[in-house]
Structure formats: structure tokens, C-alpha cells
Nanobody
Framework: QVQLVESGGGLVQAGGSLRLTCAAS????????MGWFRQAPGKERDFVAT????????NYADSVKGRFTISRDDAKNTVYLQMNSLKPEDTAIYYC????????????????WGQGTQVTVSS
């Protein structure tokens, strides 16, 4: 069992930056590939970014490529999502997730989820 707790969300103006943090506890964090997803009101939960167990491989949704960066610090059992040049369409609840097997963009492949953190970008 892995417990995930997101933090760092908030209200920011368009063009601004936020860094989301996901703190993990429970099983060995380095065994898990990690992902970030987001869900806007009335929409499905969508893939944002993922990072492999080693941290050597990352993948991003086209909508955030070049603006967002995912990273991990296994010594702190933490994964981050640095979000720059934020746009109003980035407004959503952001969730982190853990996958014991591999880095993937598919929501259903993830085993554990956090409770989410709200990000609101004003125009």
C-alpha cells in the first residue's frame, strides 16, 4: 500500500508558475513509476506527465510539453510537477499516482492515487 498526498496548488495569474509536490509513504517509493493527471470540472481525468522508476525517462501530454517538468527525489519519497507559463485552461484538480510496473500515460494502469490539489489560473 502506498499513500500519496499532493500539495502546492493554489490561485495564480496566467503566465505564472506553481510547483506541485506529491509525498509518498508506505512501500518503497523507488519501486514505483509516478504520474500526474488532472481533471477539470465536467471533464474526464487526463494524463499530464509521467516519470520512470529510475527518473531517467519522462513523458508529457502535448498540451503541457515545454511548460511543465516532472521530477522525483527518492531520498525524500517525493515527486514534483513544476508548472510554468500557466494558462487558464490548466485549471483543474491535479492528482499524482503510482504504478508498480512501468511509466505510462494510461490512467487505469496506476495502482494508487492521491486526493488531489486544486490549481486555478486566472486570465
Amino acid at each position: 500500500q502506498v499513500q500519496l498526498v499532493e500539495s502546492g496548488g493554489g490561485l495564480v495569474q496566467a503566465g505564472g508558475s506553481l510547483r506541485l509536490t506529491c509525498a509518498a509513504s508506505g512501500r518503497t517509493f523507488s519501486n514505483y513509476a509516478m504520474g500526474w493527471f488532472r481533471q477539470a470540472p465536467g471533464k474526464e481525468r487526463d494524463f499530464v506527465a509521467t516519470i520512470s522508476r529510475s527518473g531517467g525517462s519522462t513523458n508529457y501530454a502535448d498540451s503541457v510539453k515545454g511548460r511543465f517538468t516532472i521530477s522525483r527525489d527518492d531520498a525524500k519519497n517525493t515527486v514534483y510537477l513544476q508548472m510554468n507559463s500557466l494558462k487558464p485552461e490548466d485549471t483543474a484538480i491535479y492528482y499524482c499516482a503510482a504504478n508498480l510496473a512501468y511509466s505510462t500515460s494510461y490512467l487505469n494502469d496506476y495502482d494508487y492515487w492521491g486526493q488531489g490539489t486544486q490549481v486555478t489560473v486566472s486570465s
